[in-house]
């Protein structure tokens, strides 16, 4: 089944200790990107990737790393979190480009830092 | 700067009835144009998607939009809402310089009473 799976799905953690957010594909596709939901703000664009060894900031990138090593896989790492990163965080890829293909979202990760 | 506005926040229709969700975009030149929905607990699942020819384009579910340049909108709409069509909407763009940026609107809570 193709599909976008991120992990973990819930996530309480604790100001300054790293974190890592897992985000695979298996439908080959070239573009990735991650985004952050919270209430009346819509989704916001962290990162995005074009492509394997590509990135490129989004809307709101502070306090966020990404890579991509591998086509399939697209992590996303706070280094020292902190709470204003409480947030719903969505991954999602398409198949070229994010602006002219439609987006496959993962189910999305709830984290909250204390 | 490149923005997508979605003036409601909540609307509420009874089942039956028809439903128009607005959404207004400021692109320099003709942006991509995509409407998502989102279920509780889900990530977001496409519903249609512009980017050229034919003004008035057709989704999923039933759902189509029109593209009005001149109005600089692109609201959706639906002629018999379903109690299932319950869910946040979101509208997002993108193009001009932004290629690979995504830009979602707030989202547009949808309540259906029977």
């Known amino acids: 089944e193709a599909q976008v799976t991120q992990n973990p799905r819930y996530l309480i953690t604790v100001t300054g200790k790293k974190l890592t957010v897992t985000c695979s594909q298996n439908?080959?596709?070239?573009?990735m990107s991650w985004y952050r939901q919270d209430p009346g703000l819509g989704l916001r664009q962290i990162y995005y990737?074009?492509?394997?060894?590509?990135?490129d900031k989004g809307d709101v990138p502070e306090g966020y790393k990404v890579s991509r090593k591998e086509k399939r896989n697209f992590p996303l790492i706070l280094e020292s979190p902190s709470p204003n990163q409480t947030s719903l965080y969505f991954c999602?890829?398409?198949?070229?480009?994010?602006?002219?293909?439609?987006?496959?979202f993962g189910n999305g990760t709830r984290l909250t830092v204390t | 700067a490149q923005s997508v506005t979605q003036p409601d926040i909540h609307i509420t229709v009874s089942e039956g009835a028809s439903l128009e969700l607005r959404c207004n975009y400021s692109?320099?030149?003709?942006?991509?144009l995509f409407w998502y929905v989102q279920s509780p607990g889900q990530g977001l699942q496409l519903l249609l998607k512009?980017?050229?020819?034919?003004?008035l384009v057709q989704g999923i579910k039933g759902f189509e939009a029109e593209f009005k340049r001149s109005q600089s909108s692109f609201n959706l709409r639906k002629p018999s809402v379903h109690w299932s069509d319950a869910a946040e909407y979101f509208c997002?763009?993108?193009?001009?310089?932004?290629?690979?940026?995504?830009?979602f609107g707030q989202g547009t809570i949808l309540t259906v009473h029977p």
């Open positions: 990737s074009m492509n394997v060894e590509v990135t």
């Open positions: 999602a890829s398409s198949i070229m480009g994010g602006t002219n293909s439609p987006l496959h």
């Open positions: 692109y320099g030149a003709t942006p991509y």
């Open positions: 997002a763009g993108a193009g001009g310089t932004s290629y690979g940026k995504l830009t």
């Open positions: 439908m080959n596709h070239e573009y």
């Open positions: 512009y980017f050229s020819g034919d003004t």
